[in-house]
């Protein structure tokens, strides 16, 4: 929360600002990526407080000689609780959670998605399947299914279920 910034400078002297504090509260955000990159580069983290929602996005580099803080740093004044706080992964999937305390760092893994079933159980090449479970993404593209060694294409996708059609090969 009592964030300080060190400004290094090509052909002058680099620079310490120095914060030197105060009460407000703070949430910091660690990500742990899974399906996506390990450091959650390119994701996106809203953090919602009554009505002000702020937005941070994980950048892997930007600049000459400069690179931000992997983890997203928010500030929230008096506000001790995040009504909402929402990382959107690169690969698509949503993780929210409610009722996040302020004045913490937060490290958060990005779930995996978990099948419980698949219907029908057997079908023909060019019929639809569907898959139930969670943690799917909701853009088709962004899932992958196989039937055998063929990949499949992913036709429709929402966070519990996944319609796929039988490849030719499978």
């Known amino acids: 929360g009592d964030l300080d910034l060190y400004l290094a ?9 120095k914060n ?10 660690k990500l742990a990526g899974k399906a996506s990159n390990k450091n959650g ?11 002000t929602t702020q937005r941070r996005d994980v950048d892997g580099g930007s600049g000459v000689f400069s690179q931000p803080s992997l983890p997203v740093e928010f500030g929230f004044g ?6 909402q706080l929402t990382v959107t992964w690169p690969s ?18 990005e779930p ?20 139930t479970g969670t943690n799917f993404s909701t853009t088709a593209a962004n899932n992958t299914v196989y039937f055998g060694a063929t ?3 992913v036709t429709a996708a929402s966070t519990t279920s996944l319609t ?5 090969g499978a």
């Open 151 to 153: 990949k499949a294409t």
């Open 20 to 29: 030197n504090g105060n009460t407000n509260r703070w949430l910091t955000v």
């Open 9 to 17: 400078n090509f052909g002058s002297a680099n620079r310490l600002f």
């Open 92 to 109: 698509g999937l949503v993780q929210t959670l409610t009722n996040v305390a302020t004045n913490q760092t937060l490290t958060l893994t």
């Open 41 to 51: 580069i390119g994701a996106r983290v809203t953090a919602t407080t009554g009505t």
């Open 164 to 168: 796929a059609t039988v490849p030719t």
């Open 78 to 83: 008096g506000t001790t609780t995040v009504d």
């Open 112 to 131: 995996l998605p978990t099948i419980t079933s698949i219907s029908p159980t057997s079908a023909a090449v060019g019929a639809s399947v569907t898959i």
